[in-house]
């Protein structure tokens, strides 16, 4: 084999080994109503904690190496040479062309980038050569998985009077015998220089791995001629070059997702240390390892990258009010933070934090959410015919994720602003990691200053994560908890405070293509509501344990089955105290009694729920999907039992794989009752069974490009059995007994969806000059009725919104500027009018007279927000 074929063969082979691998308020008037009903919303979740059946994902190890010992790398089996372009030949030109390759499952190459030019013709035809090269499938687990990898394809021109060599390895080459006895081979001479480096990120800190080193002499040096030597960033974002002898040489480090470095240096006879602060290019890399095609469970998840979360305008800069721009999610009435997810009650839809329900998304009424956004790893967003691992839910499960504590060293930062400060700090702990944050509001300090203010909100939260990998797993331990508290600022008393505190513990791990998880949590409640008068007291103190295990078993490349329980144990004691009505000294004489009286309500109520799932996964071929679920929940609310008995169907058929998509699914989803509407003496019923519902749904999604999707769904939910007032009187046991509620309502729900969205990358429109923009239209139309018995007519929801359109964009430039905006349209919330009045003597008051319920509606709704963003980086 010659020289340059050897060369070339080595380089291509070489760069494919190389390959790295990566997962990457007011408490008076008409307000109080609505007051109250949010309060019972908040504390009735502590006794309705649904199942959550999360997909555990796979263990994502942080060390590349171990990751490494996992893979089979690609391995050339054909190459194709370049031809040299004439033109490049007469004009001497030479050079390396660096390229980025796309290998799938069976080793074909998909796509070529060019990541570093020469020259468009050498560019050209490089990257049509490399297009014919054919590889061994790279392999994770003994499983071909598709990947992308670094290459480059080196230019040079022959010496004269040497034939023209295609850069063939398998060409057979004629051995001569060589005319002339050869000198003895001298020792090659060693040479002691030595080049030592750190790669960070300008601005940050943090350390860059899956980098590309070249060290190439300037000019040729003695006794060795020119010198260059290629070598790799290791997981701690460092490298070192051994062997140079003394000389000039330019440092090229180059690494996906940064701009490329060159610096000019001298090497003597010792060591030298190097640190590179390489910019980033502002387009976010998730190098990922694809064990299979991710599983789409649910006919609509919605999930936005949290880059693109941060940026959104209108969100203040919190991920989690995300959600509200999403199709499905109607506007919260009132700004109370409330999820309404395709016309259904907000206490029906659940939302998850690592598998574990968290009562309330939001400090008070949307001010700002519980969790701290620089800690999340993704949000997924399911309106409805969600998977059987979910259960005891009518609406949307929103599921929250966080990711794994940065082991690259250690981190914090200080954040202040207008209402509070928070505070992280993170780094490693051995093999594992560690990350602490907290927040404090000060906004009542600042609405002191404000005259005539009475009230202010005073809240904080904090996150605590362990993450280790243990016995071949990982294991994860959290604890998290916010507190919220109303104050009147004059008199200092805090007549309204909740706090939420919960430690949990969860462990995952891969046997092959089988995956275990298991999780456990213990949580405590309080709440506690004072009215300013002091004639309403409620208070509510619970204990809460929940636990989870799964296994997912792989049968083969078609089929696979996931079988789990999960259960949850709830206790509270309840009490609720009045003191309305009846002429109490110092009180108006004409105050109109209250149906309460002077009364005292207390109850220690408990639920135990076990519930049991099975979901299968089955590919006939490579375009249809079906998948199968069931679900058994076994509930015990106070003394009141019941079951919930859900089957549920999904099926996908890809028209087009990766380009047109059509999913549909139907199942039964069911909801227990609350807590309070078991107990008799307090207006409730102990013969009431579960809410039922039939989840209905077919949607499509296209992907024209793969930074443009198109997603729409037809749903349609029919409700029934729901807990409503009931004013019959029944006969029990020779008694007569206010039935008080009933499983006597009805409801219906039906619209459509569309998200049009385009991912974060380069292609902007061209006037605006951008480096990178994102941005999505979505629009939903609904209809949301109910009929609370047979007696009544249909009529509109109380959070039905007809239409609601959202519009954003938000878009960067190099120089650091940044700039977006969106704006929402919806229909205004249904109200009831009053038509009139009756005058009440004995009290000297009017009592107003409704007319038909929820029959008109508030103005239409519009808003429009705009952000604009200067980041300034420093080097260190």
Not at 185 to 211: I, N
Not at 545 to 574: I, P, V
Request: with cysteine; charged share 25%.
């Amino acid at each position: 084999m010659k020289k340059g074929t050897r060369q070339t063969s080595q380089t291509v082979h070489g760069l494919v080994h190389k390959t790295l691998f990566r997962v990457f308020s007011v408490f008076r008037g008409r307000y109080l109503r609505l007051f109250l009903l949010f309060l019972f919303s908040s504390f009735s979740w502590f006794f309705v904690s649904p199942a959550f059946a999360q997909d555990p994902p796979a263990s994502t190890p942080t060390d590349a190496q171990t990751i490494r010992a996992k893979v089979e790398y690609p391995k050339l089996v054909k190459f194709v040479p370049a031809p040299y372009p004439e033109a490049a030949r007469k004009e001497k030109r030479e050079g390396v062309v660096f390229l980025s390759v796309e290998i799938d499952e069976t080793g074909r190459v998909v796509s070529v980038k060019v990541v570093r030019s020469v020259a468009p013709d050498l560019d050209e035809a490089a990257v049509a050569a490399v297009t014919q090269f054919e590889f061994t499938p790279a392999r994770l687990d003994g499983k071909p998985i598709s990947v992308t990898v670094p290459l480059s394809y080196p230019f040079k021109l022959k010496e004269a009077g040497k034939p023209e060599d295609n850069g063939d390895p398998k060409r057979p080459v004629e051995a001569t015998p060589p005319s002339y006895t050869p000198d003895p081979v001298e020792k090659p001479r060693e040479y002691t220089g030595r080049l030592k480096g750190q790669l960070w990120r300008y601005g940050q800190r943090t350390r860059v791995t899956d980098a590309t080193i070249v060290v190439t002499s300037t000019t040729a040096l003695p006794e060795v001629g020119q010198v260059q030597k290629r070598v790799f960033g290791n997981d701690n974002g460092s490298f070192a070059v051994k062997g140079l002898p003394p000389g000039a040489y330019e440092v090229i480090v180059e690494a996906p997702g940064f701009f490329v470095q060159r610096r000019t240096i001298t090497v003597d006879t010792g060591e030298r240390e190097l640190e590179f602060f390489l910019k980033a290019t502002g387009d976010p890399v998730y190098i990922t390892i694809i064990s299979g095609r991710a599983v789409a469970r649910e006919v609509t998840r919605y999930a936005v990258r949290l880059d693109e979360i941060l940026n959104i305008p209108g969100t203040q800069g919190d991920a989690l009010r995300s959600i509200q721009n999403m199709p499905g999610v109607a506007r919260a009435p009132f700004g109370l933070g409330l999820i309404v997810v395709r016309g259904s009650a907000p206490r029906d839809t659940r939302i998850f934090f690592e598998g574990f329900e968290i009562p309330q998304l939001f400090h008070f009424f949307g001010l700002t959410s519980v969790i701290n956004s620089d800690l999340l790893s993704k949000i997924e967003f399911v309106p409805g015919n969600f998977s059987a691992r979910y259960g005891r839910a009518m609406g949307g499960i929103i599921d929250v994720s966080v990711r794994k504590a940065k082991t690259d060293g250690w981190h914090g930062y200080l954040d202040m602003d207008l209402w509070d400060t928070s505070a992280l700090v993170e780094g490693p702990v051995g093999k594992g990691g560690i990350a602490l944050s907290v927040r404090r509001s000060y906004i009542d300090s600042v609405l002191r200053l404000i005259p005539g203010m009475e009230i202010a909100p005073v809240y904080y939260d904090y996150q605590a994560l362990f993450d280790y990998p243990i016995l071949g797993g990982d294991f994860k331990f959290m604890s998290f908890g916010a507190d919220d508290r109303i104050m009147f600022l004059e008199k200092g008393e805090t007549p309204y405070i909740t706090q939420s505190h919960k430690l949990t513990a969860q462990y995952r791990k891969r046997f092959g293509e089988d995956r275990l998880f298991a999780s456990a949590g213990v949580a405590l409640f309080n709440l506690s509501f004072l009215s300013d008068d002091q004639t309403f007291r409620l208070s509510l103190e619970t204990r809460q344990a929940e636990w989870r295990l799964e296994y997912l078993h792989q049968f083969n490349s078609k089929l696979s089955a996931t079988a789990g329980f999960d259960g949850n144990w709830a206790s509270g004691l309840f009490s609720l105290s009045t003191r309305f009505g009846g002429n109490r000294e110092g009180s108006d004489e004409g105050d109109i009694n209250n149906p309460f009286g002077d009364k005292k309500f207390e109850f220690d109520g408990i639920i135990l729920a076990n519930s049991f799932f099975t979901e299968g996964n089955w590919h006939p071929d490579k375009r249809w999907t079906v998948i199968p679920g069931l679900r058994l929940d076994l509930v015990r609310v106070g003394e009141t039992d019941i079951m919930m008995f859900d089957p549920r169907l999904t099926v996908r058929y890809a028209v087009k794989p990766d380009k047109l998509c059509i999913n549909a699914g139907v199942g039964l989803y069911s909801q227990e009752m609350e807590i309070q509407e078991v107990y008799q003496d307090f207006m409730g019923n102990p013969r009431l069974s579960a809410n039922r519902s039939l989840h209905t749904t077919i949607g499509t999604t296209i992907k024209p490009v793969p930074s443009l999707s198109i997603e729409s769904a037809v749903f349609y939910k029919h409700l029934w059995d729901l807990v409503t007032e009931s004013d019959r009187v029944l006969m029990l046991e020779g008694e007569q007994v206010c039935e008080n509620l009933a499983n006597q309502g009805y409801g219906r729900v039906y619209g459509m969806e569309l998200l049009v969205k385009k991912e974060s990358d380069a292609l902007c429109p061209p006037f605006l000059g951008m480096n990178k923009c994102f941005g999505w239209v979505s629009y939903t139309l609904s209809r949301s009725e109910r009929k609370e018995s047979d007696a009544i007519d249909w009529h509109v929801f109380t959070f039905d919104q007809t239409h609601i359109l959202t519009v954003l964009f938000s878009g960067q430039w190099r120089n650091g500027w940044q700039a977006g905006f969106r704006f929402r349209l919806s229909t205004g919330i249904p109200l009831t009018p009053n038509i009139g009045g009756i005058y009440d003597s004995d009290s000297n008051r009017y009592q107003g007279v409704q007319g038909a319920l929820n029959s008109e509606r508030l103005p239409l709704f519009h808003q429009l927000d705009l952000r604009v963003d200067k980041k300034i980086e420093f080097q260190r």
